[in-house]
């Protein structure tokens, strides 16, 4: 019995043991994404103007230039950084399997989201859905989807809105390509998706003649990144970056750059930001 005992006693030390070096070594995040000499960003490269490829296939956007910027912070170089491809689906499965350690990808702050991942400064303020439609179509409010086939992407946290409260059969695709080449095929009457996306889509040649935004924002959502539950060291240190580069004016001029307009939620930010200096 005593033997047992002491093996049991053994077996659970070790156990504890374990869990101790496991939780440490979850906690120094940091230290090693600073050993490592680099930092791993999952962001979309499929949805300009947040996270898309340029002419000559360089990462470019809204969020990649937070991206370079807390590597900059981190590092010293904004060059310091890799970029992860992510969609809607699967940014937050990447991020907490390790395989990316902070998404900048479009990430709207939702309560269920907060149980599994942590959010970093909120940066931004999009309109969280817009319906983009035909230019005969006749949509006076969101409850006229009804009964419509809308095509849409998965992950989207207003998708099961639009089914179980406005009635509508979604067609779900992973990247922006797959919906806009689904709605053009004529697989769905309109497209449900994110506003700054959508209202610069319509402006392009061979859309602007034929599509509209039938139907504007009914919520807005803060946009944040997100870490790994378990890591506040790093995302203290994700935070002082982004408060960094609001005061420095990363957000406002961004939002110049990249033809978002100007809102008063990205210039109070900046504004706040540089009085915390």
């Given at each position: 019995?005593?033997?047992?005992?002491?093996?049991?006693?053994?077996?659970?030390?070790?156990?504890?043991?374990?869990?101790?070096c496991?939780?440490?070594?979850?906690?120094?995040?940091?230290?090693?994404?600073?050993?490592?000499?680099?930092?791993?960003?999952?962001?979309?490269?499929?949805?300009?103007?947040?996270?898309?490829?340029?002419?000559?296939g360089?990462?470019?956007?809204?969020?990649?230039?937070?991206?370079?910027?807390?590597?900059?912070?981190?590092?010293?170089?904004e060059?310091?950084?890799e970029?992860?491809?992510?969609?809607?689906?699967?940014?937050?499965?990447?991020?907490?399997?390790?395989?990316?350690?902070?998404?900048?990808?479009?990430?709207?702050?939702?309560?269920?989201?907060?149980?599994?991942?942590?959010?970093?400064?909120?940066?931004?303020?999009?309109?969280?859905?817009?319906?983009?439609?035909?230019?005969?179509?006749?949509?006076?409010?969101?409850?006229?989807?009804?009964?419509?086939?809308i095509?849409?992407?998965?992950?989207?946290?207003y998708?099961?809105?639009?089914?179980?409260?406005?009635?509508?059969?979604?067609?779900?695709?992973?990247?922006?390509?797959?919906?806009?080449?689904?709605?053009?095929?004529?697989?769905?009457d309109?497209?449900?998706?994110?506003?700054?996306?959508?209202?610069?889509?319509?402006?392009?040649?061979?859309?602007?003649?034929?599509?509209?935004?039938?139907?504007?924002?009914?919520?807005?959502?803060?946009?944040?990144?997100?870490?790994?539950?378990?890591?506040?060291?790093?995302?203290?240190?994700?935070d002082?970056?982004?408060?960094?580069?609001?005061?420095?004016?990363?957000?406002?001029?961004?939002?110049?750059?990249?033809n978002?307009?100007?809102?008063?939620?990205?210039?109070?930010?900046?504004?706040?930001?540089?009085?915390?200096?």
């Amino acid at each position: 019995m005593r033997s047992a005992l002491s093996r049991l006693a053994g077996t659970a030390g070790v156990l504890v043991l374990g869990l101790a070096c496991a939780a440490g070594a979850h906690a120094d995040q940091l230290d090693r994404v600073k050993q490592r000499g680099k930092l791993i960003a999952g962001i979309r490269n499929d949805y300009i103007p947040f996270g898309y490829l340029d002419a000559s296939g360089k990462n470019v956007g809204f969020e990649v230039d937070i991206a370079r910027a807390v590597a900059k912070s981190l590092f010293g170089s904004e060059d310091a950084v890799e970029f992860v491809p992510v969609v809607a689906s699967n940014r937050i499965e990447f991020l907490n399997a390790g395989r990316i350690d902070v998404i900048f990808a479009t990430l709207g702050v939702t309560a269920d989201r907060g149980k599994v991942i942590d959010f970093t400064e909120k940066y931004y303020s999009m309109a969280g859905m817009v319906l983009l439609a035909p230019k005969e179509a006749t949509y006076k409010s969101w409850d006229d989807i009804r009964g419509k086939k809308i095509c849409g992407s998965q992950g989207n946290l207003y998708n099961r809105q639009l089914t179980e409260k406005m009635g509508a059969e979604l067609l779900l695709f992973n990247g922006t390509a797959e919906i806009y080449s689904a709605f053009q095929g004529g697989r769905c009457d309109a497209i449900a998706y994110d506003g700054p996306n959508l209202n610069m889509k319509v402006t392009e040649p061979g859309w602007k003649e034929k599509y509209k935004i039938a139907l504007q924002a009914f919520e807005y959502v803060p946009i944040a990144g997100g870490v790994r539950k378990g890591e506040p060291a790093f995302l203290k240190a994700v935070d002082n970056a982004i408060l960094k580069a609001e005061a420095a004016g990363l957000m406002t001029t961004g939002e110049v750059k990249y033809n978002l307009g100007t809102s008063e939620y990205v210039q109070k930010r900046a504004a706040d930001a540089k009085k915390a200096q």
